[in-house]
């Protein structure tokens, strides 16, 4: 007999992977059978979605330009956060608990109320359909995060640590990089994850920032509208694709993910 708690499981499981199934199911079918009828496993198997995605540059490059900017944008992060909340978390300063705040509440505010600033500033200073535009707006929100993050990690490692380094000779620099960062790392896991998922799902600054060089995948599965319809098979195959990204990140962080929900500010 199953349990009660099993059988929930069982039905929770369903309930979350079931959309996920389905995706792939449709990925590997014709439009023909997605609209003519409901079939639970493809009646005629192809890959001919799969192979349009990676034969057709528009397709194929959206995925290279969301991986890129993404990238930079976990970069900067990191290297701008990670200074910042070593401030925060080892300095008294005038003010330091209002800029905390501050920056925290950058995050609140919702990406449509900056769109009109960042549109009219990266056109004017030739930025407009770059991956830097992106990365960068991206860090209005991320690097907030990231400093509030790392900040409750850096707090919890004792000050003496910093102290015993500095009389053994360290340099700030050196000690930073070889014994504190080892750390924290858990906490830069963290922050990674949140970084990456952040700026890998986020649309509306990426389709108003990029029109063609730069253009993400995100913005390219919203126009697969054609004189024909929408072409259902390849934005399934497509949507597959976006998934594995965030599947690998989670899978290379998931134990530093998992100490951080645990112990960090999370």
């Known amino acids: 007999m199953i349990s009660r708690r099993n059988l929930g499981m069982i039905i929770y499981l369903i309930f979350v992977l079931l959309p996920i199934y389905w995706l792939v199911n449709m990925s590997f079918k014709t439009n023909d059978e997605i609209l003519g009828q409901l079939t639970f496993w493809p009646e005629n198997f192809t890959f001919d979605n799969y192979i349009t995605i990676f034969t057709d540059a528009s397709w194929y490059m959206g995925y290279v330009n969301s991986i890129t900017y993404v990238a930079m944008n976990m970069a900067i992060t990191l290297l701008v956060a990670l200074p910042a909340a070593y401030a925060f978390s080892r300095y008294k300063f005038v003010g330091d608990k209002h800029l905390f705040f501050w920056l ?55 000050r003496e640590i910093d102290e015993t380094a500095y009389i053994d000779g360290y340099s700030f620099g050196h000690f930073f990089i070889k014994i504190f960062i080892p750390m924290i790392r858990s ?22 920032l990029t029109s ?39 899978w290379f962080v998931r134990n530093h993910v998992a100490k951080g929900f645990a112990l960090g500010r999370v």
């Open 104 to 158: 925290l509440s950058n995050r609140m505010a919702p990406p449509a109320v900056f769109l009109l600033p960042f549109f009219q500033l990266y056109s004017s200073v030739g930025l407009f359909d770059t991956h830097l535009a992106v990365a960068l707006a991206h860090c209005l929100f991320s690097i907030p995060l990231a400093v509030w993050i790392l900040e409750g990690f850096m707090s919890g490692v004792p």
């Open 187 to 208: 906490g830069i896991g963290v922050t990674a994850f949140f970084s990456f998922m952040f700026s890998w799902v986020e649309l509306l600054l990426a389709r108003t």
């Open 212 to 250: 063609v060089e730069a253009k993400p995948i995100s913005a390219i599965m919203t126009r697969t509208v054609g004189a024909a319809g929408i072409d259902w098979g390849v934005l399934a195959a497509a949507g597959v694709l976006t998934i594995i990204p965030g599947i690998l990140v989670v």
